[in-house]
Nanobody, 119 residues
Framework: QVQLVESGGGLVQAGGSLRLSCAASEIIFNIITMGWYRQAPGKQRELVAV???????AYADSVKGRFTISRDNAKNTVYLQMNSLKPEDTAVYYC?????????????WGQGTQVTVSS
């Protein structure tokens, strides 16, 4: 069973930066996208950023210009550089890999890492 392991969360003051990393426990083939989602208390999980195998990216409007997603295809690792953090960025951040398994798409999820931004 493939596992995604996140790291890099923590407590930071508003205006600060954090870098999240997510590594797969084994090589995942036929990846479609890798990305980051977040879930704040009492809210639904939302997409933060996603990147394709070819390097195309997409971001939630709330993080555009502040967050940058990148990936290392050889290592099946995805990163999220978060700058100019705001208290409203506080959430549990989840790594996601969306890949073909046979003829069906499948989602792999990390266990989540807490990001807390103090004002």
């Amino acid at each position: 069973q493939v596992q995604l392991v996140e790291s890099g969360g923590g407590l930071v003051q508003a205006g600060g930066s954090l870098r999240l990393s997510c590594a797969a426990s084994e090589i995942i083939f036929n990846i479609i996208t890798m990305g980051w989602y977040r879930q704040a208390p009492g809210k639904q999980r939302e997409l933060v950023a996603v990147i394709t195998t070819g390097g195309s990216t997409a971001y939630a409007d709330s993080v555009k210009g502040r967050f940058t997603i990148s990936r290392d295809n050889a290592k099946n690792t995805v990163y999220l550089q978060m700058n100019s953090l705001k208290p409203e960025d506080t959430a549990v951040y989840y790594c996601n890999t969306h890949a073909w398994v046979g003829v069906r798409p499948n989602d792999y999820w990390g266990q989540g890492t807490q990001v807390t931004v103090s004002s």
